[in-house]
């Protein structure tokens, strides 16, 4: 069970805390300026967004593997998809693991975004699913409540967001930006990652970081993840602004 070759690398919550807190991270950065033609302007629905798009699709690289969160999160149907992006895609930790797999999915995301509104809902609201079950919604051990609260949390919040107008214009960066997320919460787990694939197939941080799900990932890297959420929330938001007067 604990083959390093089989097993997927950092843990699904790692793997989601990193892209929420990666998005709270950038978007100071990127406030206010254009990139790409885009320009950013993130009111609190956008960075919420952004957070659950980045932690969604800082899972999906592992597609790739059968165990993984995401291609448990929508059963017959994300299997499939593992089997046929594993297959097209050069098996596990290959090319999902590579910035040609990032590159493509934020422009077939963003192309998605131009095309039509209700395919941008939809896929948000599939990858605001991953998201949830990757951050541990729901129970484990009841494998069919879980996946009603965890439909009914995204349901709720994918609605949300659509009621308060947010912006979907930076779709196709946060795709691309969550899954760079998951290569480097890979390297620092020790898992060689392929990012120049199919050109180069070296692994890049093979042997070096510590070891997945074990203690620095329990006591340091989740703890501190969870800060930088608390830490991003407090900075982030306009709370005087938010919160109902008294
Ligand atoms: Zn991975």
């Given amino acids: 069970m604990t083959d390093s070759a089989t097993v997927p690398a950092m843990m699904g919550h790692s793997h989601a805390l990193s892209g929420v807190v990666g998005w709270m991270a950038v978007v100071p950065l990127v406030q206010g300026t254009e990139f790409l033609g885009l320009s950013f302007h993130l009111g609190p629905g956008e960075i919420i967004a952004g957070s659950l798009v980045c932690a969604g699709a800082a899972l999906l690289p592992d597609v790739d593997h059968k165990s993984a969160t995401v291609t448990k999160t929508y059963g017959k149907a994300t ?19 590579s910035f040609f797999f990032a590159v493509l999915m934020g422009v077939v995301v963003q192309a998605l975004a131009l095309w039509s509104e209700l395919a941008v809902q939809i896929f948000v609201f ?11 919604f729901g129970m484990d051990k009841n494998r069919t409540a879980s996946g009603i609260i965890n439909a009914l949390g995204t349901a709720a919040i994918t609605l949300t967001l659509y009621s308060v107008g947010v912006n979907y214009t930076w779709l196709g ?3 691309a930006f969550g899954i760079v997320l998951h290569f480097f ?12 694939w199919p050109f180069w197939k070296k692994r890049f941080g093979q042997g070096q970081g510590f070891a997945t799900n074990g203690p620095v990932e329990q006591k340091v890297v989740t703890p501190l ?15 005087p602004n938010i919160l109902p007067d008294h």
Avoid: C, N
Avoid at 79 to 97: C, N, P, V, Y
């Fill in 126 to 136: 599939l990858l605001i699913g991953i998201a949830l079950q990757g951050l541990g």
């Fill in 79 to 97: 299997e499939i998809l593992s089997d046929i992006l594993s297959w097209a895609f050069g098996g596990h930790r290959m090319g999902t693991h």
């Fill in 185 to 196: 919460g890979d390297m620092i787990t020790k898992m060689g990652v392929p990012i120049f």
């Fill in 173 to 175: 960066l946060a795709v």
């Fill in 225 to 239: 993840l969870t800060i930088g959420v608390i830490i991003g929330s407090i900075y982030l938001f306009d709370w």
